[in-house]
């Protein structure tokens, strides 16, 4: 799957929402897009973030080492979640711009500070 298909099979709200989110987080530098599990993923030396669609016409932004970053908790709904934690935004009219690069920048920060170290064992 490429990310046009992947557009192709969401609403217009959703499309819009995405293709808003996906120009400003590929605005920073070294952040690429992967399709991974049928959705992009965002990552630069590690995945960062990814957008999910969410039904019925909603997108969530989550952010896969969330539990690591305490500064963006407050903004982020876990969902019975250990690790992922994400937004939900339902319109573009309810994209808060500052939130969200505050929840970017802070991610993508870590992400070149603590590299990522798996769990398993």
Not at 7 to 29: G, R
Not at 36 to 54: A, G
Not at 96 to 119: M, Q, T
Request: glycine share 0%; aromatic share 14%.
């Amino acid at each position: 799957m490429n990310y046009d298909l992947f557009l192709s099979e969401q609403s217009e709200t959703q499309v819009a929402i995405i293709e808003y989110l996906n120009d400003f987080l590929l605005s920073y530098p070294e952040v690429q897009r992967k399709i991974r599990f049928k959705i992009p993923f965002y990552f630069r030396k590690s995945w960062i973030t990814y957008i999910n669609p969410v039904k019925p016409k909603a997108i969530e932004l989550a952010f896969l080492r969330a539990n690591e970053i305490p500064e963006i908790q407050p903004y982020l709904d876990f969902k019975k979640r250990k690790q992922v934690a994400g937004l939900t935004i339902a319109s573009v009219d309810d994209i808060d711009e500052e939130i969200i690069h505050l929840l970017f920048s802070c991610a993508y920060e870590h992400d070149d500070l603590v590299p990522y170290r798996s769990k398993r064992k």
